[in-house]
């Protein structure tokens, strides 16, 4: 049973790029959320796909886009990158219905935004 | 809005013995969920255990369980037998219980550090 993948695992970028991070479910999960852990902090939700939509979004700014596919996976998009947008990036999924909603962790993407 | 609160940034316990880490949370709902999970140096968030507030029995996994207290909005985890693969950080986390056509989000503590000292 696979687990929760993303990619890439590291990443590095300059002030003012762009970057997309990918998602792979856990199998038979159909929901993804985004999270952004900053060093030394908790993580912190950025928003959520479920059917393709954006269900949830947390306090971040419109340069944080995402994108669900009919596979289900997910993507994030980042756009005129900060410097403090540096940051572990973490995808975790999830089943509706499912009594507490159990997310499931991705390893994180490591941005570093130079 | 929900916060989480973890008071303890670090914590070392001596293989084999028991540490008790804790959590406050604030919320004005009656229905959700708590969960500990566990970072390891590897990144990977691992779901530790998860309490259903409607539940008055503490939840318990092998070696780890917790002590929710619900009216004093307190929500703490007890590793007993500590063992060298312990070593992590350990994040608090709240969920709501209501749905909005997906998981609610979770709202998670800044961490307590875990050392395990042979």
């Known amino acids: 049973d696979a687990g929760v993948t993303q990619s890439p695992t590291h990443l590095i970028k300059t002030r003012g790029q762009q970057v997309t991070l990918r998602c792979s479910p856990k199998?038979?999960?159909?929901?993804v959320s985004w999270y952004q852990q900053a060093l030394g902090q908790g993580p912190q939700f950025i928003f959520q796909?479920?059917?393709?939509?954006?269900?949830q979004r947390g306090n971040f700014p419109d340069r944080f886009s995402g994108h669900q596919f009919p596979n289900y996976s997910s993507e994030l998009n980042v756009n005129a990158l900060l410097l403090g947008d540096s940051a572990l990036y973490l995808c975790?999924?999830?089943?509706?219905?499912?009594?507490?909603?159990?997310?499931?962790f991705g390893p994180g993407t490591r941005l570093t935004v130079t | 809005a929900q916060t989480v609160t973890q008071s303890q940034p670090e914590m070392s316990v001596q293989e084999a013995e028991t540490v008790t880490l804790s959590c406050t949370y604030d919320t004005s709902e009656s229905d959700y969920y708590l969960f500990w999970y566990k970072q390891p140096p590897s990144r990977q968030m691992i779901l530790v255990i998860r309490?259903?507030?409607?539940?008055?029995q503490n939840a318990t996994e092998n070696r780890f369980s917790v002590n929710f207290q619900k009216a004093a909005k307190s929500f703490s985890l007890k590793i007993s037998d500590s063992q060298l693969g312990d070593a992590a950080m350990y994040f608090c986390?709240?969920?709501?219980?209501?749905?909005?056509?997906?998981?609610?989000?979770?709202?998670f503590g800044k961490g307590t550090k875990l050392t395990v000292n042979p």
């Open positions: 309490q259903e507030a409607y539940k008055q």
């Open positions: 986390a709240y969920r709501s219980a209501r749905t909005q056509g997906g998981s609610e989000k979770l709202v």
């Open positions: 975790a999924s999830s089943l509706v219905g499912t009594a507490a909603g159990e997310q499931y």
């Open positions: 796909y479920y059917e393709e939509e954006e269900r």
């Open positions: 199998s038979g999960h159909d929901t």
